[in-house]
């Protein structure tokens, strides 16, 4: 083995597809993800075998504009299913929007993804969150009270807002905690 890397393939319609195709069979994507995924491809493509952007940009536009038609990209549903699945893990409402809007989600996508996500279920975002990381009533009795300001802070950052914070980090015992959840 020389230690060269292999040169991409050529820039063509059918490469562009088979790549895009191969990333939707691993990852669920906004169109404008995919769009930017594509391009790098399309750039690593045309630096080593040239070409025109404008070629490129082409090229991808009609292969998103296949991709919407045939049903593989749906930015509706893949930020449902992206806020769903946040929201499980203990992301905040703020802290799923911007993840949606680095994806490129557009903001009333984002927002109507959003539409079912109220403080009962942001606190039981708030909740798997400091269950995960072993917040608040999670962590052993006798550190608790120490690490407290540690863990509103875990809660902030996360982008609670305060008031969710402080229940959650301040639920006393199991029953709390049941019912929180």
């Known amino acids: 083995m020389t230690g060269r890397a292999k040169p991409p393939p ?108 109220d403080p009962e279920a942001e606190q039981a975002a708030a909740l798997a969150l400091a269950r995960r990381r072993r917040l608040g009533p999670f962590r052993p009795a006798a550190t608790r009270a120490a690490h407290r300001l540690r863990d509103l802070g875990v809660l902030a950052r996360a982008g609670f807002p305060h008031e969710i914070a402080r229940a959650v980090i301040d639920a006393v015992a199991a029953e709390d905690r049941e019912e929180m959840a």
């Open 10 to 117: 050529p820039l063509t319609a059918a490469y562009l597809e088979a790549a895009a195709l191969h990333y939707l069979e691993r990852f669920a994507s906004s169109r404008a993800n995919l769009r930017r995924v594509l391009l790098t491809k399309a750039r690593r493509s045309q630096a080593h075998w040239g070409g025109e952007r404008e070629e490129a940009l082409a090229l991808i536009e009609a292969l998103m504009v296949r991709l919407v038609g045939l049903g593989y990209l749906n930015d509706t549903a893949y930020a449902e299913m992206k806020t769903a699945s946040l929201a499980r893990r203990g992301g905040s409402r703020r802290g799923i929007q911007a993840t949606l809007a680095a994806k490129g989600v557009a903001a009333e996508t984002v927002q109507q993804a959003l539409a079912t996500f």
